[in-house]
């Protein structure tokens, strides 16, 4: 017994190949978002670290901006680019459907965002002399919101230090030589133990690294498109 014709399955490729261009579309402003991260992050604080009276980047860290009457302008930053993170985070799991990592990748670097936005929302103390009119010395004393912005820092960066790893994984696994040494050398910058010498200059470099990492990522992604 022949099973008749459905009329209807001629006009699924069409559907189909309209829905694959919208989520193609959507999953590249995704990237886009995630790519704008860094920079606006890095833009922030430059800035900051030239106008803010007072600041030093080899005696303060960047999330020291958070402090004082201007601090929400870096609180905003940090907010900002953790939410870029996470949409990064998203359009990786649209995109990567296949092979090693393509689960874990989007759950660190969504680890990271939502780090990065914690780490705003809790900012650390002030101390060493910044804002002008602090105490130059140590804070004797973190507050809970000091520790919490620690706290989240680690994870967020730890996080995607995991995400910089399974990156090289894939990419030795698909014998992509350049690649995977570009991210284990980012890996191995965010695990290399910090030393309390020129710990804001460290952090800064941590941060420089990892935002560049997001950035080239998603604008990988966005190319492969």
């Not at 006009?11 to 704008?36: D, E, F, M, Q």
């Not at 996470?86 to 990271?112: D, K």
Request: overall charge positive.
């Amino acid at each position: 017994m022949t099973v008749p014709a459905v009329p209807a399955v001629p006009a699924a490729p069409a559907v189909s190949t309209t829905g694959a261009v919208s989520k193609a579309r959507s999953s590249g402003r995704l990237l886009v978002a995630g790519a704008l991260a860094g920079p606006v992050f890095a833009a922030s604080a430059v800035i900051q670290m030239f106008t803010r009276t007072g600041f030093d980047i080899a005696r303060h860290p960047i999330s020291q901006l958070s402090t004082g009457g201007l601090g929400w302008i870096q609180i905003t930053t940090f907010v900002l680019a953790g939410l870029g993170a996470l949409a990064l985070a998203a359009g990786i799991g649209r995109t990567l459907r296949e092979g090693y990592g393509r689960r874990v990748l989007p759950v660190c670097v969504g680890i990271f965002g939502a780090g990065l936005i914690a780490a705003g929302l809790f900012p650390m103390d002030p101390e060493n002399g910044f804002p002008v009119g602090t105490p130059d010395r140590p804070v004797a004393e973190m507050s809970w919101h000091g520790v919490a912005h620690s706290a989240s820092a680690a994870i967020a960066f730890t996080a995607l230090a995991v995400a910089a790893i399974v990156l090289t994984v894939r990419c030795v696994r698909r014998r992509a030589v350049l690649p995977a040494v570009l991210n284990g050398a980012a890996a191995l910058v965010l695990v290399l133990p910090m030393s309390p010498d020129h710990m804001s200059v460290r952090i800064a470099v941590n941060g420089l690294v990892a935002f560049t990492w997001t950035t080239v990522v998603a604008m990988s992604l966005r190319r492969a498109l």
